[in-house]
Nanobody, 123 residues
Framework: QVQLVESGGGLVQPGGSLRLSCAAS????????MGWYRQAPGKERELVAV???????IYADSVKGRFTISRDNSKNTVYLQMNSLKPEDTAVYYC?????????????????WGQGTQVTVSS
């Protein structure tokens, strides 16, 4: 079992910055992809940014140039630096990790989600 613990959400004014963190713990052989999704009220959950194990990153068009994702593999942690925040960035942000774990002689891959952290951008 793997747990994802998020931190760093809150209330910020438009144009401000926040940094989200997500730490993974548990039975981890390898974290293949780790990143962030968000869900605003009345909308579907959408990808914000993900970072693959080969250092490839993918961003939603709406956050390119404003958000930066990074990983610290030694800590099984992913960060999301959010700058120039806009009211439309308001949402619950969820950490996601695609994890390979070992059970006996075999390896399995499973997708895990954090509990979510609220980000509100408002004056």
């Amino acid at each position: 079992q793997v747990q994802l613990v998020e931190s760093g959400g809150g209330l910020v004014q438009p144009g401000g910055s926040l940094r989200l963190s997500c730490a993974a713990s548990g039975n981890i052989f390898r974290i293949n992809v780790m990143g962030w999704y968000r869900q605003a009220p009345g909308k579907e959950r959408e990808l914000v940014a993900v970072a693959k194990s080969d250092s490839t990153t993918i961003y939603a068009d709406s956050v390119k140039g404003r958000f930066t994702i990074s990983r610290d593999n030694s800590k099984n942690t992913v960060y999301l630096q959010m700058n120039s925040l806009k009211p439309e960035d308001t949402a619950v942000y969820y950490c996601n990790a695609d994890v390979t774990y070992q059970s006996g002689l075999y390896h399995y891959t499973h997708d895990y989600w954090g509990q979510g952290t609220q980000v509100t951008v408002s004056s």
